[in-house]
């Protein structure tokens, strides 16, 4: 394993280093597209097509998946969790209704209606809201304004690690004037089993998937959109968690206005509306030995809107998005005594919270010359939190007596980037400062059990601002077969929110280890590499490979948790007309810095090999597209860094999807 790694570096620093052909190239905005194809590319370009959209997010170096189940993984940018980072459906903000975060905004798009995932590292993803992490972006397919009429597909799937059986149907319609998609997809998938057929128990879901959009254009240079999204799904098992998932429910609407004016400066002008609301059950009762039965229903609900202008003036290229949202976040838990006589007992573990924030973002890229440019962005925005039940914040002022019913703070953030390219090298460095504010949970949780470290958590109204000082640089190098590139950040955040032991309050939870308060580190650091090469080797043979490492600790030397340690993927993709295959192989080496202090362990390295095979039948306009792969190759039984309490990922798993289309 450790000649792989040192051949694979090798090759990568040796070629960046010697290569010295001669070019002219324009530099390009700074941000990472992981393109999932359009509606008649999808099942051409992936080896799994009808995959979770967890498994293609992570292709992106900047992604890692934190995973509770079988399902709904939730999305870390830069080894930062959600409360860190940004995650919207084209530009709008979704809030889950989880207290225990089953139900990440990824997990409401599905691969098949999907059409790219822009991931933005840092202050860089500050378009459409506060983050420090990184943010992403989910673009749906469209089919524009175009005389191609009616078109459709259908998919349908088996893996053979969790009986998961999947269905889908895509229904298009688009005239020069008007268009309208429509996508449908279901899965159902019982218990997987690790490495050596061990069933891994409360891992079974099943959900479906509902996606419309339709657009009307009434101009050459004016449309109306309006989009809607239905997901719903049901017996959802979390292994890692205490509890499972009776129903969680989503709708997500939006209406958006856009205009192409005739002009030499500006070129689009977008505006949109959008609600959407979540509603999540945790659900105990199909597992066994329950100290005592609880209800925790959580509901999220979201109106926003934004407007947007870009344009371009002699060698400038800017942006400006005002952007507003105002969310109500209300989870509640109600406990069962076994004695029926005894009362019942209620509490909220979020007090009803709203959240209004309005925020005015402006980004200006000045290009010197086809070799280099700068970009600097800046954003501002009033962020104010309400807790609207009186209730709620009296239990709260338990702990915080002069706790505020209203706390309002400004979010401010700045970065630069200078991009040069030239003799087939891009080069970029690149600063940032950035904040945010404390999450509902971080704020105004209350009791609010972690099944990780074993402790009930009380927000902390109190808090102050997270704030980020960010360095990064980059460099890349491509020619007509190799292209690779070394990218690296470093993150000082100062006011660290984590929790901390507070030894005078008794847990609520049977099992727990005690209470924690979320309070503020004076500082932490995070530090990502990543390496990435593609070589073409012959004309139908590709070699891609993908490295990352990174370093988390706190102001007291202590390792932070979810930190990667050295992982790595290596892919062979052949393609010879209709025909494709990979074989590729992915691992992590060992865990050596893992944090106890905040209830992780070590993870030992691990291997696994996967391969896939596909063949696109073409008759005049019908296509039909078949997939078959093996992932796993080896029923390796394995755990990542990334795997909550050291659930185990699936074994041997045979998988089959086909697709028509026409």
Known sequence: MKNLFFHIALLLSSAILTAQEKDSLKTVPLEEVIVIGKKTELHQKQSKPLTTIDEYLQQSNKITMIKRGGYAWEPVINNMATERTLVTIEGMHIFGACTDKMDPITSYVEISNLSEATVTSGQQ?????AT????????????????????????????????????????????AKFYLDTDFMYRDADNYKAGNNEEVAFSQFRKFNISGTSGFQWHNNKLIEASVIYDKATDVGYPALPMDV?????LITSLKLEYKPVS????????????????????????????IHMDMPGWSDTFGGYSKITGSYKKHQFQANLNSFYNQSKAEMTMYPNNPNENLMFMYTWPDVRTFYNGLFLEDRYEFNCHSSLQITASVGNHTNEVASEFGLQSL???????????????KSSASSFAYVQNHFDYVFGLGYGERAPSVSEGYGFYLFNSFDRYDYIGNPHLKNEKSLEINASIGYKNKKFSSKIAGSYFHISDYIVGKVNPDAL??????????????????????????????????????????????????????????????????????????????????????RFAPKYGEDNTPDYAILNCAAGYLFRLEK?????????????????????????????????????????
Not at 246 to 250: P, T
Not at 399 to 410: G, L, M, Q, V
Not at 639 to 656: C, E, H, K, Q, Y
């Open 125 to 129: 993803g500050t378009c459409h809201g």
């Open 622 to 662: 019908t296509k039909f597209n078949t997939r078959v792969g093996m992932e796993n190759i080896l029923d390796a039984k394995y755990s990542t860094f990334a795997d909550w309490n050291n659930i185990p990922r699936r074994g041997r798993n045979v998988f089959l999807n086909l697709t028509f289309s026409l």
């Open 397 to 411: 002022q338990i702990f915080y007596p002069d706790a505020a019913k209203t706390n309002s703070r400004i979010l």
């Open 246 to 250: 009776s129903l969680a429910e989503a």
């Open 507 to 592: 847990p609520m939870t049977i099992g727990a280890s005690g209470i924690k308060e979320y309070t503020a580190l004076s500082y932490a650091e995070i530090f990502n590499l990543d390496v990435t090469a593609e070589y073409q080797v012959l004309n139908s043979l590709k070699w891609k490979n993908q490295l990352v490492y990174s370093l988390g600790k706190d102001n007291n030397g202590e390792n932070l948790p979810f930190m990667s340690p050295f992982r790595y993927t290596s892919t062979l993709a052949y393609q010879n007309n209709s025909f494709t295959a990979e074989f590729s192989v992915q691992g992590n080496a060992q865990q050596d």
């Open 264 to 291: 030499t400066v500006l070129k689009n002008w977008e505006t949109k509306l959008y609600y959407n609301t979540i509603t999540h059950r945790m659900d105990d009762t199909k597992r066994p030995f329950v100290p």
């Open 132 to 175: 420090i992490g990184g943010a992403i972006d989910l673009k749906r397919n469209r089919s524009n304004f175009s005389e191609t009429g009616w078109n459709g597909a259908l998919h349908t799937g088996y893996e053979t690690n969790s009986n998961q059986k999947i269905i889908g149907t895509a229904v298009n319609y688009s005239k």
